[in-house]
């Protein structure tokens, strides 16, 4: 029988570091259930000084070496009560920041899980900069590395074998779960891949594309947060909340709300609470997709009613940080690239430049689903950072590459439109969603309330 004590004295005699190649030891702890870990060393753009622990386990912290200038902080925590499951968790954004409340939350529920930062410390781009390798770690190596880890160690530490191996994430997130079962086919039997940040490179574009649309604050015709969220969003709800048969402040299908801005045009010298000509063109232009000097798509339009949340970042008359620091950094190795002088021209470079491969964008995934793999994809119709036309559009596209029907998709892919939902958790009504983690519940066998359909 295994007690506290035992436990302990196994998690403090473990050699991790031993057993995963170039690795060195940063943390090698027993965590009692109840203990707030302080993250003193995690970079503070990450904004997780510290996190709760649920329940008792050994957590180990490894620093992996991918090359011989990059390398990435890897965590594995391995509770007491294990299930046999295996869950890796993703990330966000450009961000080298573990979700330690990803590893706690699914910790606590009986899985040995592992987190990585991605390659770089915190959620600046500044770690791209003349360093391809720590953008592959980005793009795939960094998740790939930790799940080879956490498999050999989960093994060694609990002496049996994983029974299923699950992902979880969100975002960027989402996309390496895209991109694991694309590259890597055997890493995970079942993904949660939630808003994804599908076909990468146009995104980046996508959002570059709105600071020079929306202009600087102090510009003439600069919309504001209070415009948008009071005048422009009743009136998109007065056109279209009604299209779903119910009044109710969500739009339950964007898709089919063809906004006319134009009602909101100032006329016979009305000047308040109303639009000029140019700010109905540029709402007409974020409302619609983006096109290339070629005349062909980047990437769709965003959708109504997400300018709610819209305006915290894409209409926020600023750069939006993370399209800024892709273009510096990574694109044109340029620290002084001026985001104001953003055109789809730059869209076409990122999109050629495309670092390993990074645009995740797959037609087949045929070696994943005749392994046993499940997937399930989420994304929030009033999504107000990634679009969730985007995802549609995807499923349409992987559709089409399979030449499978939607009832063929289903039997290893279901894509699954969250009404109300900004992005990846945050819900227009209090109240209207749980934490968009908990969708884990659908995937893994938690409680009663199971769908089995993942195993």
Not at 128 to 139: G, K, S
Request: glycine share 8%; proline share 5%.
């Amino acid at each position: 029988m295994q007690t506290k004590e035992n436990f302990q004295r196994k998690c403090l005699s473990f050699t991790p570091e031993a057993y995963v190649f170039n690795s060195t030891r940063q943390v090698l702890d027993y965590v009692q259930a109840g203990t707030n870990i302080t993250l003193s060393y995690n970079d503070p753009t990450c904004e997780r000084p510290n996190q709760v622990v649920a329940v008792d386990l050994c957590r180990v912290a490894l620093s992996i070496a991918t090359s011989n200038r990059s390398s990435i902080t890897f965590e594995l925590w391995l509770p007491t009560q294990w299930s046999g499951r295996l869950l890796g968790t993703g990330n966000g954004g450009l961000d080298g920041c573990i979700k330690y409340e990803d590893l706690a939350y699914t910790a606590s529920n009986g899985f040995a899980s592992f987190g990585s930062n991605n390659g770089h410390n915190g959620t600046s781009g500044v770690a791209f900069d003349r360093n391809p390798d720590v953008v592959i770690d980005y793009a795939w190596r960094s998740l790939h590395t930790s799940v080879l880890a956490g498999k050999k160690l989960s093994k060694l530490f609990y002496k049996t074998d994983y029974k299923k191996s699950y992902y979880l994430g969100c975002s960027s997130g989402g996309r390496q779960g895209m991109k694991a079962s694309e590259m890597f086919p055997d890493d995970f039997d079942g993904i949660v891949a939630g808003s994804p940040a599908l076909d990468f490179n146009n995104l980046v574009s996508w959002r570059a594309n709105f600071f020079p649309l929306t202009g600087s604050v102090d510009s003439p015709d600069f919309i504001t947060p209070s415009t948008w969220t009071n005048l422009i969003h009743n009136e998109i709800l007065k056109q279209c909340d009604r299209i779903d048969g119910v009044i109710d402040g969500i739009l339950e299908h964007p898709e089919l709300c063809k906004f006319r801005p134009e009602a909101l045009t100032c006329v016979d010298g009305i000047v308040t609470d109303c639009l000029t000509t140019v700010q109905v063109q540029i709402v007409q232009k974020i409302f619609s997709p983006l096109y290339g000097e070629d005349n062909n798509l980047i990437y769709p339009a965003m959708q109504p009613g997400s300018e709610v949340m819209a305006v915290k970042k894409l209409y926020a008359g600023k750069p939006f940080s993370y399209s800024e620091d892709w273009f510096k950094y990574v694109v044109f190795n340029d620290s002084m690239w001026d985001a104001s002088t953003f055109t789809v021209a730059d869209a076409a470079v990122a999109e050629a430049l495309n670092p390993s491969n990074i645009r995740t964008w797959p037609d087949d995934l045929s070696t994943f689903r005749d392994l046993g793999g499940k997937i399930i994809s989420y994304h929030g119709s009033q999504d107000n950072q990634i679009t969730s036309f985007n995802t549609e559009r995807f499923y349409d596209y992987l559709s089409r590459g399979m030449q499978a029907l939607p009832s063929e998709l289903d039997d290893f892919f279901r894509f699954f439109r969250v009404s109300g939902m900004f992005h990846c958790n945050s819900a227009q009504e209090p109240g209207y969603l749980v934490k968009a983690a908990e969708l884990l519940l659908l995937v893994c066998p938690l409680n009663v309330r199971t769908m089995y359909w993942l195993l």
